[in-house]
T-cell receptor
Framework: EDKVVQSPLSLVVHEGDTVTLNCSYEVTNFRSLLWYKQEKKAPTFLFMLTSSGIEKKSGRLSSILDKKELFSILNITATQTGDSAIYLCAVDNNNDMRFGAGTRLTVKP | NAGVMQNPRHLVRRRGQEARLRCSPMKGHSHVYWYRQLPEEGLKFMVYLQKENIIDESGMPKERFSAEFPKEGPSILRIQQVVRGDSAAYFC?????????????FGQGTRLTVV
């Protein structure tokens, strides 16, 4: 059965720290992997990854996909309190989208 | 505890027909959110419901779209007189709390194709 596993489930850091969030997956028909930041009303789209080894960057956030080892990481550098959120990973398997349980990140001042 | 269940997973409708998408939240969750995802895009908020109440429908088109979350049974997203542009994946999420960013779980989506 297709599945997406995120780790850690929860993470507490201090402002300025760098964090790495993990997402591993097993799907039969991989199309893309997406990262979201779960906001109050709707998840904010961060990245969509389809190819291995190509890093995507947006400000302090970056992400990369490894299709051989079936995982992706989301890096956040120089964390700020506003980065506190649940970060979701989802994998599109051409049939539906499987979401991970999320990583709850708390950034303390 | 089953996760959020959406059905059908795939739905094909001809232009002008009605589409009904169902979302059964996780047990104990009384908050449901619906989203639409167009290809290559993120999830766009449509509507937020609690049991028997629409709390926020600011993301939902004014015409042809409606949503409900009855006291018993799943939440329904209804699209009347579908058009090609309605083709998309529709996701729902459920939460025990008001804000999505505290705890929420997503269904696998319904892929609607309008032919």
């Amino acid at each position: 059965e297709d599945k997406v596993v995120q780790s850690p489930l929860s993470l507490v850091v201090h402002e300025g720290d760098t964090v790495t969030l993990n997402c591993s997956y097993e799907v039969t028909n991989f199309r893309s992997l997406l990262w979201y930041k779960q906001e109050k009303k709707a998840p904010t789209f961060l990245f969509m990854l389809t190819s291995s080894g190509i890093e995507k960057k947006s400000g302090r956030l970056s992400s990369i996909l490894d299709k051989k080892e079936l995982f992706s990481i989301l890096n956040i550098t120089a964390t700020q309190t506003g980065d506190s959120a649940i970060y979701l990973c989802a994998v599109d398997n051409n049939n539906d989208m499987r979401f991970g349980a999320g990583t709850r990140l708390t950034v303390k001042p | 505890n089953a996760g959020v269940m959406q059905n059908p997973r795939h739905l094909v409708r001809r232009r002008g027909q009605e589409a009904r998408l169902r979302c059964s939240p996780m047990k104990g969750h009384s908050h449901v959110y619906w989203y639409r995802q167009l290809p290559e895009e993120g999830l766009k908020f449509m509507v937020y419901l609690q049991k028997e109440n629409i709390i926020d429908e600011s993301g939902m088109p004014k015409e042809r779209f409606s949503a409900e979350f009855p006291k018993e049974g799943p939440s329904i997203l209804r699209i009347q007189q579908v058009v090609r542009g309605d083709s998309a994946a529709y996701f729902c999420a459920s939460s025990p709390l008001r804000a999505l960013n505290t705890e929420a779980f997503f269904g696998q989506g319904t892929r609607l194709t309008v032919v």
